[in-house]
C-alpha cells in the first residue's frame, strides 16, 4: 500500500542523504493507526558524516556576522508563515494534534522565536561588555560560539521544539544536528529544507533519524560540544550523565507534575478554564500541565460542578474539522501507558472518578482504532497516590482538597519536579506570596500555559537544567571569553630585580 509521504532519508551538508543502514521505521498516524512514512534510520557513519558536516560549516558560520544570520533566519521564519498550514497539515497527521492547535500554536510559536532571535543579534544582543579598569586598562568580553550541538526533541510539540533549540543554537553562531523523536519524525527535513531556502550555508542545520539509541551515539559523541534535550526525567539524567564526563555544556527540558492552586477568592469560572487548559490542551501531553489541581474544600462543590459542565466543550473527532480540539495521544505504547495510570487510578489509589475512564470518546467509526484516551478527572486525590506523583503526561487530572493557603503551598513543593506551578486568586498580594513561595521554573497568574517568545522556560529540581527563549536562552549557546587589555606599557612585574 502507498504510504501518504515518501521515504524520509538523513539531511546533512545542505541536501538529502540517503541512510547506509539500510534500515527503516514508520512513522504512524495516531488518529488511525495507519503507516505515514518510512523513516530511514542513520547509522554511526551517517551520524559521524552529518557531525562532520557541522563541523565543516561552524568556523565561516560562527564569524558571519550577526546582522547576516539575522537575514537568513528571518527569511526562514516568513517561509515558516507562508507554509504554515502545509506545516500543521503534517504535524497532525504526524503527531495526532488537531488542525485547529497545529495551525494556530506549533508552526507560529516556533517561527516567533526564530524571529525574536534573528531581531536580538541583528541588534546587538550578543555583544560583551567592556569595563575600564583604570585609565590605562581595561577588561571586554566576548560571546563565542560553541561548536557542534546536538538537538535532541520529543514528541510533542515537534517543530516548534526542533525551532526553539535551533533558532538560539544558530543564532548564537553553532551548528546543529538535530534528531527528532522517532513517533513525530516528518518535520525535521521540511523544517532543514526551508533553512536552506532562506540561505542557511550548507552542513549548518542537520538532521539524523532513529530511536533512542541514535540519540545516545549522537549526545555522546566526542565532536559535540553541547547538547540540549527535551524528554523524559529518566533519559534527560542518562544523556546529561554521559555529557558531564566529557564537559559538555546541556540544558535539559524535562517532565513535570506540576501544581495549580485556586485560592478561596479566585474567579471560579476563570479557576474552571485555567483547569480545563493546563490537563485538557494538547490531549494532556504538554510538559507544563497543571495535573495537581489544588482546591479549597469550601470549593469542592460549585467547583466539580462547573468543571462536569465544561467537560462537553472537550471535543475528540476528526483531527481536521474546526470543531475538533482533542486528538488521539500520539502512540499506542503511549495510550497504554496513560490508559494503565488511569486504571492504576481507579483500582489501586482508589481515586474518586469524576469523569472519563479507560474507555474510547466518542469518535466516528473510521477514528477507532486511533491511540484515545477519555479526558480524566479524579477527585478526592491524596498526596501518596502514584496518579498525583508521577507525570502521566496524557489528559488526567487530579484535584487535590485542601484547608489553607500555606498547605497547599506545602503539598505543591513536595515533589522532586519543579517544571511549572501556578496559582489562581484575585488578591494580588496572594498571588505574588505564593508564587514567589512555589519551587518552579515556569509560574503563571491567573492564567496558564502560554510560552511567548520573551519569556525564559526551564524547570528547577529534577525538571531540567536551564533555559530556553528569552534573552536568558541564548546565553546557554555562547561561551564567555574575557580579555584585560593593558596599555601602560610595562608589565607589573614581581622579577624585576634582584
Ligand atoms: P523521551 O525521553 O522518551 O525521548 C526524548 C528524546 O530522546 C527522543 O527523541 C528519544 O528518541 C531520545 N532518546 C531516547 N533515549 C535516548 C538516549 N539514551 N540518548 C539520547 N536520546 C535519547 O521523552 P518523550 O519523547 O516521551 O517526551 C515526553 C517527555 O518530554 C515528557 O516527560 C515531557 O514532560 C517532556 N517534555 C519536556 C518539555 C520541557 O520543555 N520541559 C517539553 C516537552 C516535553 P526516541 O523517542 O526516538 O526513542
Not at 44 to 55: L, R
Request: glycine share 10%; with cysteine; net charge negative.
Amino acid at each position: 500500500m502507498a504510504l501518504t509521504f515518501p521515504p524520509r532519508e538523513l539531511y546533512y551538508n545542505g541536501q538529502t542523504h540517503p541512510a547506509s543502514s539500510g534500515k527503516t521505521f514508520q512513522t504512524i498516524n495516531p488518529a488511525t493507526a495507519t503507516p505515514l512514512a518510512d523513516i530511514q534510520i542513520a547509522s554511526h557513519a551517517d551520524i559521524d558524516a552529518a557531525i562532520a558536516a557541522g563541523e565543516r560549516a561552524f568556523p565561516a558560520w560562527s564569524q558571519t556576522p550577526a546582522i547576516a544570520r539575522a537575514r537568513i533566519l528571518h527569511k526562514a521564519a516568513s517561509l515558516l508563515r507562508e507554509r504554515n498550514d502545509e506545516i500543521a497539515r503534517v504535524e497532525t497527521l504526524d503527531s495526532g494534534k488537531a488542525f485547529t492547535e497545529t495551525s494556530t500554536v506549533d508552526v507560529v510559536t516556533g517561527a516567533d522565536v526564530l524571529e525574536y532571535y534573528a531581531n536580538f543579534i541583528g541588534g546587538g544582543g550578543l555583544n560583551g561588555e567592556t569595563t575600564q579598569l583604570r585609565e590605562d586598562a581595561w577588561v571586554y568580553t566576548k560571546k563565542a560560539a560553541l561548536g557542534v550541538c546536538a538537538g535532541i526533541g520529543a514528541w510533542n510539540y515537534p517543530i516548534q521544539i526542533a525551532l526553539w533549540k535551533s533558532a538560539a543554537c544558530l543564532a548564537a553562531g553553532n551548528t546543529m544536528v538535530y534528531k527528532p523523536s522517532e513517533f513525530t519524525p516528518l518535520h525535521a527535513q521540511t523544517l532543514a529544507q526551508i533553512y536552506t531556502e532562506a540561505g542557511l550555508p550548507a552542513g549548518v542545520f542537520n538532521v539524523v533519524n532513529g530511536a533512542g539509541d541514535v540519540g545516545a551515539y549522537l549526545t555522546s559523541h566526542p565532536s559535540i560540544a553541547k547538547v540540549s534535550f527535551t524528554g523524559q526525567v529518566s533519559t534527560g539524567q542518562k544523556v546529561a550523565g554521559s555529557a558531564a564526563g566529557n564537559m559538555k555544556y546541556v540544558t535539559m527540558e524535562l517532565g513535570g507534575k506540576s501544581p495549580l492552586i485556586i485560592c478561596p477568592d479566585a474567579d471560579l469560572e476563570s479557576a474552571v478554564d485555567g483547569a480545563m487548559m493546563a490537563n485538557f490542551y494538547s490531549t494532556g501531553q504538554v510538559c507544563t500541565n497543571g495535573t495537581r489541581v489544588f482546591v479549597p474544600r469550601s470549593l469542592k462543590t460549585p467547583f466539580e460542578k462547573r468543571l462536569l459542565e465544561k467537560i462537553p466543550f472537550i471535543r475528540a473527532g476528526p483531527l481536521f474539522d474546526d470543531q475538533t480540539n482533542f486528538g488521539p495521544l500520539s502512540s499506542k505504547v503511549h495510550q497504554e501507558k496513560v490508559l494503565s495510570y488511569i486504571r492504576h487510578g481507579i483500582e489501586s489509589d482508589k481515586a474518586t472518578l469524576l469523569c472519563g475512564g479507560t474507555g474510547k470518546p466518542d469518535v466516528p467509526k473510521d477514528l477507532l482504532d486511533g491511540f484515545w484516551v477519555k479526558p480524566t478527572i479524579f477527585t478526592d486525590c491524596t498526596d501518596d497516590m502514584r496518579i498525583v506523583k508521577e507525570e502521566i503526561f496524557g489528559p488526567v487530572m487530579s484535584i487535590l482538597y485542601y484547608d489553607t493557603v500555606d498547605e497547599a503551598v506545602q503539598r505543591a513543593n513536595a515533589t522532586e519536579l519543579g517544571l511549572a506551578a501556578g496559582v489562581f486568586t484575585k488578591d494580588l498580594n496572594q498571588a505574588h506570596r505564593v508564587i514567589d513561595q512555589l519551587q518552579a521554573g515556569i509560574t503563571w497568574v491567573n492564567t496558564w500555559g502560554e510560552s511567548p517568545a520573551e519569556m525564559a522556560v526551564g524547570g528547577w529540581k529534577k525538571s531540567g537544567l536551564g533555559v530556553e527563549n528569552g534573552r536568558r536562552g541564548i546565553e546557554a549557546w555562547v561561551q564567555n571569553k574575557s580579555t584585560l587589555v593593558d596599555m601602560c606599557g610595562s608589565v607589573a612585574t614581581v622579577f624585576a630585580k634582584l
